[in-house]
């Protein structure tokens, strides 16, 4: 961190801590955060950008947070003048309250432009990354710009840290990945063998750009599949403001899924299933955490597609990452073929090399991401640290 001048503060008050989130996952980090910071530190004091999870427990957002949550480079640019005006209104906030520490949790985009004002303007305010970059799969020169305003990164995977100090990033700490730390909290999940009416889950994303994009090449999927004398119970988990668009979407397919929502009818469908077809994203780790084969399908955006150079990462699928190994197989962009996602599926939902193989990866893949303490936790001690150091 740069040497400047001192804050000056009360010292009798709880320390500041400035948090800004942009979309639900980030409010879901920034709670569990919050609470963590509290019981080590209760006279802790907070401001910034909350969502739900937040606001509940009595902290107040700058401007809604749905202002800037946005995915993909297409959907950024298009947002572009909104985000540059919350960009500078929170950087501004920022410089007012003079906290002793500012966290920004996830979005990326928003995150760096924010901590370049900041640290331009008043190099003494210690700035925490909550999630770091995705710099293994694309841009990985994003990692030494990030030390340049960038203190200290809160990684959710394991191999983080060491691929930012390889690229020249700033220090970081392994913190644990919230999902593991879930899903462990419900009971222990084991390999099995694939039930006598097989369970095959179906996964178009969360998006509904993603969803649209990605549902015709699932039906095809299926009616391979069908076709080819294989019979299984299709489930779709969707989120409830999905749910109506995607029951029309698959309406006139010739094998229909069952849509379920709601996290316990979610848990209960990854808990029985033998196999899935998911969009690529976070919902992988949850599978293989739950120890159900998979295969992962995208499709980009026409904005990624055009700078698709720039991608340099060997995978996408977090599993892959972790276990530093070929685990889930992808099909990405016009790889992505019915045919042969149809016969990859198959085999995932018999006994045989290809099921196997993926349950072996992620019980290493688990083993890699193990931490003796909850992630919320871990990251309010580092947090706290630099709140006490920006104090001093």
Not at 239 to 246: K, T
Not at 261 to 275: L, P, Q, S, V, Y
Request: with cysteine; proline share 7%.
């Amino acid at each position: 961190m740069a040497s400047g001048p001192k804050n000056s503060r009360d010292a009798s008050a709880g320390p500041l801590v400035y948090l800004a989130v942009g979309e639900e996952s980030g409010d879901a980090l920034g709670a569990e955060l919050v609470t963590a910071i509290r019981a080590i530190s209760p006279s802790a004091r907070f401001a910034g950008l909350a969502g739900t999870r937040m606001q509940a427990l009595g902290l107040e957002s700058l401007f809604d947070i749905h202002d800037i949550a946005v995915m993909g480079l297409a959907a950024v640019v298009a947002r572009l003048p909104t985000l540059l005006s919350r960009i500078s209104r929170t950087a501004a906030d920022i410089l007012r309250q003079k906290p002793d520490v500012v966290v920004l949790i996830d979005t990326p985009e928003f995150s760096q432009r924010v901590a370049r004002r900041v640290r331009a303007a008043n190099p003494d305010i210690p700035i925490v990354k909550y999630v770091c970059p995705s710099v293994w799969g694309w841009r990985p020169g994003r990692a030494r710009v990030l030390a340049r305003y960038v203190d200290h990164v809160l990684a959710l995977l394991p191999f983080e840290p060491a691929l930012l100090a390889e690229l020249g990033g700033p220090p970081a700490t392994y913190v644990g990945h919230p999902v593991a730390r879930r899903i462990g909290a419900l009971g222990p999940v084991s390999r099995r063998r694939p039930a006598a009416e097989p369970v095959l889950l179906v996964l178009p994303g969360s998006r509904r750009s993603v969803v649209r994009t990605l549902m015709p090449d699932i039906r095809r999927t299926l009616e391979i599949f069908h076709s080819r004398g294989n019979r299984a119970r299709v489930l779709l988990p969707t989120i409830e403001r999905l749910a109506g668009e995607i029951g029309d979407l698959a309406a006139d397919w010739p094998v229909r899924p069952e849509i379920v929502t709601g996290e316990a009818e979610k848990e209960n469908a990854f808990r029985i299933a033998d196999a899935a077809l998911a969009a690529s994203g976070t919902v992988l780790l949850e599978l293989a955490l739950y120890r159900v084969p998979m295969v992962s399908i995208y499709r980009l955006d026409w904005l990624m597609h055009r700078v698709r150079h720039l991608i340099t990462g060997w995978s996408a699928a977090l599993p892959n990452l972790i276990a530093d190994d070929a685990v889930v197989p992808e099909r990405i962009g016009d790889m992505v073929r019915p045919g042969w996602i149809a016969r990859a599926l198959e085999g995932l939902l018999r006994e045989g090399p290809a099921r196997n193989a993926q349950l072996d990866g992620f019980e290493r893949m688990a083993l890699a991401m193990a931490t003796t303490e909850a992630p919320g936790t871990i990251a309010a001690r580092k947090v706290l640290e630099f709140a006490i150091s920006g104090r001093a």
